[in-house]
């Protein structure tokens, strides 16, 4: 069969490569994947920065933002059933008793990125626990659920770490970029009924710019300088350390400020001392957070659900770019215009 594969920490060493079929063992399933995302994760690894081949394996099939049909039953499996569409998550614990999502590093391995094969390929195979059933109206969109189920643990974790001091009401929202991850954080807030503000580098009349503003929320292609006011939730989404202490200034006194994004090393920071200090004499809160676990995946296709509902066809126009197998290093290139591109395997009939 054809995968997409690299050699972990060799630049540029992506080529569609034939590789045997796998075969489901017991508890898994046998997959046979739609179409995957591609996503800055995958940029780096074809960069040579990150990523670790399975063991025994030269190679790295890529593809952890998958949607698949069920092909095969392993032994012991009764959860779903073949002809189910579904959504594999990323991460499979390694001696570890945390929740999936909080296994420290080493303690996991995770689908097309550290130690474990992804799905794009013609076939792949996962552990039957980890998939999640996707509603037969929700098919089209719903490769995008594994970047939205990072956001909603984000979300979720911003929620439960500022309403665990008092009865936290947040009414507004910064969020910093408009890459997928911060279209769609926006879209979550919007849902949630928040005042959004979204600030990226794209002209006021972007696709980017134009699909904030199609969710009721504010664009704003500036410098944070520009912004005024403080915001209850930050969410940022850019990997700028920069950016970053410069949205803590905008949270507001008992706000929480969530990283979604991966961070390089160095940089000069203005002022950190007196950004920190504000937070400590305000009770800001800042966190990280990374992957997510399944009760996150269920309820990103609830807001799917929700946002197709209430804004139409919004979700699909996040999805700017289609490949295939046969030009698949068209998906692997980037422009600042993109949103989400997405490979197409095995379109369904």
Not at 139 to 145: F, N, S
Not at 329 to 345: G, P, R
């Given at each position: 069969m054809k995968a997409v594969t690299v050699i972990p920490s060799v630049p540029e060493s992506l080529r569609l490569r034939d590789?045997?079929?796998?075969?489901?063992?017991?508890?898994?399933?046998?997959?046979?994947?739609?179409?995957?995302?591609?996503?800055?994760t995958d940029k780096e690894i074809i960069e040579g920065k990150y990523g670790k081949a399975p063991p025994g394996s030269q190679y790295l099939i890529l593809g952890h933002e998958a949607l698949a049909v069920v092909e095969e039953l392993g032994d012991g499996v009764d959860n779903v059933s073949v002809g189910d569409?579904?959504?594999?998550?990323?991460?499979?614990?390694?001696?570890?008793?945390?929740?999936?999502?909080?296994?420290?590093?080493?303690?996991?391995?995770?689908?097309?990125?550290?130690?474990?094969?992804?799905?794009?390929?013609?076939?792949?195979?996962?552990?039957?626990?980890?998939?999640v059933k996707v509603p037969k109206e929700l098919?089209?969109?719903?490769?995008?659920?594994e970047p939205l189920s990072v956001v909603e643990k984000g979300i979720d974790v911003a929620f439960s770490i500022g309403g665990s001091r008092f009865d936290w009401k947040p009414k507004s929202a910064l969020i910093l970029g408009a890459g997928p991850?911060?279209?769609?954080?926006?879209?979550?807030?919007?849902?949630?009924?928040?005042?959004?503000?979204?600030?990226?580098?794209?002209?006021?009349?972007?696709l980017k710019a134009r699909l904030v503003r199609e969710l009721g929320g504010v664009y704003v292609d500036a410098a944070l300088s520009s912004i005024?006011?403080?915001?209850?939730?930050?969410?940022?989404?850019?990997?700028?350390?920069?950016?970053?202490v410069d949205g803590l200034r905008h949270l507001a006194p008992n706000g929480v400020m969530v990283l979604l994004g991966v961070y390089p090393p160095g940089?000069?920071?203005?002022?950190?001392?007196?950004?920190?200090?504000?937070?400590?004499?305000?009770?800001?809160?800042?966190?990280?957070?990374?992957?997510?676990?399944?009760?996150?995946?269920?309820?990103?296709?609830?807001?799917?659900?929700?946002?197709?509902?209430?804004?139409?066809?919004?979700?699909?126009?996040?999805?700017?770019k289609r490949a295939t197998l046969d030009n698949y290093?068209?998906?692997?290139?980037?422009?600042?215009?993109?949103?989400?591109?997405?490979?197409?395997?095995n379109p369904l009939s």
């Open positions: 590789v045997d079929k796998p075969k489901p063992n017991h508890g898994q399933v046998l997959l046979k994947p739609i179409r995957v995302g591609i996503c800055g569409v579904v959504v594999p998550t990323v991460r499979r614990p390694l001696d570890c008793s945390l929740p999936v999502d909080y296994c420290p590093l080493g303690h996991y391995v995770e689908h097309g990125i550290w130690g474990l094969h992804g799905h794009a390929a013609e076939y792949s195979v996962t552990d039957a626990k980890y998939l098919i089209d969109v719903a490769v995008l659920t991850i911060g279209l769609l954080s926006t879209m979550v807030l919007r849902l949630m009924g928040l005042s959004t503000t979204t600030v990226a580098t794209r002209p006021p009349d972007s005024e006011g403080a915001f209850d939730i930050v969410v940022e989404a850019t990997g700028s350390p920069q950016v970053t940089g000069v920071m203005n002022d950190l001392g007196n950004v920190l200090t504000d937070s400590v004499l305000n009770n800001k809160i800042l966190v990280g957070s990374v992957n997510a676990n399944i009760k996150h995946f269920e309820l990103g296709l609830k807001h799917m659900a929700e946002a197709k509902s209430r804004f139409n066809d919004w979700l699909s126009k996040l999805i700017t290093q068209e998906a692997y290139s980037w422009t600042h215009d993109d949103i989400k591109t997405v490979l197409e395997i």
